[in-house]
């Protein structure tokens, strides 16, 4: 590893402060950082941990506010959360699905919003685009594990976070924090598509960092679902995320964001369309997940994970159609 | 608080019940120091990549992985690694059954798959199979195929529970 400076600051606005200048990097429960410096991925001339921001901790539910989830707030706490569980339950269970106990003990919410790319070009050194004399290596390279959705290039990574899909299934927002001040955007909004290798997959401005996570009082049902090559402890291959708004038995309006299809948590408007106004079954869900990928384009390797993604639409819509299944 | 890598300091921390001090990088890894500077090797090395769990440890009661926790995370928390929990009476059923059962073989993975056991067994004292391979999970063997690590956890519940 390159020589860096380590700083602990006690406050979020401390750690803002540390953030405004140089090449600086914001340490939350490590598990992404440290591998990418490792691998001289990412060489940050500072590193700002935030574990003694003790005002980025703590989750708190109201009826009329609904969910505020600080940005270090851990994957297993978020995941025991009775509430969270409750009335976002896509959101606990993506959250209880992530990784293995001892990374979840660790890792933070804001960590996994913000962590980077699986994509192995980039974590090898390539950069985030692998472009090599103007053309990526992508599309013709070792693609089976990136993007068919939203990969008119040059950008095939997949967004890897799998709390972001189910938190943008509930129209959550984020509240960023830098040494100017703190604004709120929609968590969607976080995530762009880069155009170029010096473009950022957030849209988060030089030191500036997520601060918590808010999440609009929700009356429906929800549900997310993985698919993955091993049962446990593995990054999906395909994910959705599906809020519904019920009238009776009758879907009034459906939320339907993908993971791991696309380089941005991908909603599928085609998808929600199919699901409006109808009573949930096989043959509408089965719809709604032909519906989320009609729009597909495969890359030469992973024209299976046109059928993942749209297994995962169904099932996630089958789940959360079923008000009482565990 | 800030300091550079390119310089050592003093973090203090407990360890196994013992208060100690170490001269360090502030970004070395947990892992690294308790084997290196305290000798406490019976944590392994597996992947060093947050895959395999055999670096498991308690940081402040909870399990997580020591090769990618800095040590200056670590600073002024309670540790416990295989060594301290070997030692606690409390846990004496868990290893005993891994030997009797034949869970282990090249024993990489052992001392992991023990520190997660105990967190499981310390949440839910008779876990049910689906349970244990969800308590497992992050924690990866090649030698026994699993089967008799399952086992062995399930047959400590069962004897904790008739104790």
């Not at chain 1, 001040?181 to 968590?187: K, N």
């Not at chain 1, 696309?262 to 199919?274: C, K, L, M, T």
């Not at chain 2, 600073?75 to 929990?85: Q, S, Y």
Request: hydrophobic share 40%; with cysteine.
């Amino acid at each position: 590893m390159e020589a860096f400076e380590y700083a602990r600051p006690a406050s979020s606005r401390e750690a803002v402060k540390m953030l405004a200048s140089g090449n600086a990097e914001v340490l939350a429960g490590g598990s992404d950082l440290l591998q990418r410096m490792k691998d001289s991925v990412s060489t940050p001339g500072r590193l700002v941990s935030l574990r003694d921001a003790r005002d980025l901790r703590g989750i708190e539910y109201s009826p009329a506010k609904g969910l505020r989830i600080g940005a270090m707030v851990t994957l297993e706490e978020l995941a025991a959360q009775p509430d969270a569980h409750r009335h976002y339950r896509a959101v606990a269970q993506a959250a209880e699905k992530a990784a293995s106990p001892q990374i979840r003990h660790v890792g933070t919410v804001g960590g996994n919003l913000c962590q980077r790319p699986r994509c192995w070009y980039y974590r090898n050194g390539f950069g985030l685009l692998a472009m090599q004399d103007g053309n990526s290596l992508i599309p013709n390279g070792e693609n089976q594990y990136h993007a068919i959705l939203g990969n008119s290039g040059p950008a095939y990574f997949v967004s890897p976070s799998n709390l972001a899909p189910a938190l943008i299934a509930f129209d959550a927002k984020v509240r960023l924090l830098s040494a100017s001040g703190s604004r709120e955007i929609p968590l969607a909004d976080l995530y762009v598509t880069p155009h170029s290798e010096s473009d950022s997959e957030f849209s988060l401005k030089p030191g500036e960092i997520v601060a918590e996570v808010l999440v609009p009082p929700s009356e429906g049902s929800s549900a997310f679902y993985e698919v993955r090559q091993k049962a446990n402890f593995d990054w999906p291959l395909a994910t959705a995320a599906v809020a519904l708004r019920m009238n009776g038995h009758t879907v009034k309006s459906a939320r339907v964001v993908m993971g791991q299809v696309a380089p941005v948590p991908w909603r599928s408007p085609e998808a929600e369309q199919a699901l409006a106004g109808k009573t949930i079954g096989a043959d509408v869900a089965d719809n709604a997940g032909k519906a989320a990928v009609e729009k597909a384009t495969p890359l030469s390797r992973n024209a299976y994970k046109v059928t993942l993604a749209r297994v995962a639409v169904k099932r996630a819509v089958l789940r959360a159609g079923v008000m009482e299944v565990a | 608080m800030t300091t550079t890598s390119a310089s050592r300091r003093e973090i203090t921390f407990v360890v196994n019940g013992q208060p100690e001090t170490v001269r360090v990088y502030p970004m070395e890894r947990l892992l690294d120091v308790l084997r290196q500077n305290l000798k406490l090797t019976g944590t392994k090395e597996g992947c060093g990549e947050g895959e395999c769990g055999a670096c498991s440890v308690f940081i402040d009661g909870v399990l997580a992985l020591s090769c990618l926790i800095p040590v200056a995370q670590a600073e002024g928390a309670t540790i416990t690694t295989i060594e301290g929990v070997v030692a606690d009476p409390r846990f004496r059923a868990l290893p005993e059954a891994f030997l009797e059962g034949g869970a282990a073989q090249c024993g990489i993975c052992t001392p992991g798959m023990i520190m997660a056991a105990v967190h499981l067994l310390e949440k839910n004292p008779q876990p049910a199979m689906n349970e244990i391979r969800e308590g497992l999970a992050g924690n990866l063997c090649r030698c026994t195929g699993y089967l008799q690590i399952m086992e062995a956890v399930a047959e400590s519940a069962r004897r904790s529970a008739s104790a």
